[in-house]
Nanobody
C-alpha cells in the first residue's frame, strides 16, 4: 500500500472546484514539506504546489497561481489542495509527496525522491 493516500478527485465541469486531501496513515507529516504534483496521459509529471513543514509558506506553479491553494492541518495530519476555476489544462492524476528537507526550495517542482501516494484522478468535462 502507498505510504501517502490522496482523495477528493472526481469529475467536475469547467470552472468548477475540487478539494483534494493527502494524509500519511503510518507516520506524521508534521516535519515534512508536502508538494502536490500532477501527471496527464502522455505528459511528464509537473509540480503544482508546495507547503513547508515549518512556517507553512507556500509555492505554486505559474499555471495555477490564483486558482489553487495548498494548506495543511497538522492536528489532523492532512494536507489539502483547493482547486478552483478548473479548466482544460488541469485534468490529470494528482499526487502528493513529502520533502524531507521540510522546505519548498527552488526546484521543488522537479522532486523525484521522498514518499509518494498512488494519486487521485481529476477529470474536467462539460
Amino acid at each position: 500500500q502507498a505510504q501517502l493516500v490522496e482523495s477528493g478527485g472526481g469529475l467536475v465541469q469547467p470552472g468548477g472546484s475540487l478539494n483534494l486531501s493527502c494524509t500519511a496513515p503510518e507516520f506524521t507529516l508534521y516535519y515534512f514539506a508536502v508538494a502536490w504534483f500532477r501527471q496527464a496521459p502522455g505528459k511528464e509529471r509537473e509540480g503544482v504546489a508546495c507547503i513547508s513543514g515549518s512556517d507553512t509558506s507556500t509555492s505554486y506553479a505559474d499555471s495555477v497561481k490564483g486558482r489553487f491553494a495548498i494548506s495543511r492541518d497538522k492536528a489532523k495530519n492532512m494536507v489539502y489542495l483547493q482547486m478552483n476555476s478548473l479548466g482544460a489544462e488541469d485534468p490529470a492524476v494528482y499526487y502528493c509527496a513529502t520533502r524531507g528537507d521540510g522546505r519548498c526550495f527552488t526546484g521543488w517542482d522537479r522532486q523525484k525522491d521522498g514518499t509518494w501516494g498512488q494519486g487521485t484522478q481529476v477529470t474536467v468535462s462539460s
